[in-house]
């Protein structure tokens, strides 16, 4: 049974940065971040497995990356916006990956991160 916890969030000022974490991150595995804001629907972030993908409104900003050894997923964001504000959810399948959250079956809880 695969279970995720993110740790991370916060609130921090526009152009600030935050890193949010996600563990444990499989092998053979896709990991993703996807967030939600209220009122909107839930939007694939980035995701990692044989290479990198990024959603068009965090490319350049946002870095996505894993530690083997520590088993753990990183979302490095940078220049943040208040239309970065969402819960962020960590998520992952099997095999490759995707920015559709339908294709995800296995989720976190969320963190929540906040922009002003």
């Known amino acids: 049974h695969v279970q995720l916890v993110e740790s991370g969030g916060g609130s921090v000022q526009a152009g600030g940065s935050l890193r949010l974490s996600c563990e444990p991150a499989y092998s053979r595995y896709c990991m993703a971040w996807f967030r939600q804001a209220p009122g909107k629907e839930r939007e694939g972030v980035a995701a990692i497995f044989d290479r990198t993908y990024y959603a068009d409104s965090v490319k350049g900003r946002f870095i996505i990356s894993e530690d083997d050894s520590k088993k753990t997923v990183f979302l490095r964001m940078n220049s943040l916006r208040p239309e970065d504000t969402a819960e962020y959810f960590c998520?992952?399948?099997?095999?490759?990956?995707?920015?559709?959250?339908?294709?995800?079956?296995?989720w976190g809880q969320g963190t929540q991160v906040t922009v002003s």
């Open positions: 998520a992952a399948r099997l095999g490759s990956c995707s920015l559709l959250g339908a294709n995800y079956p296995y």
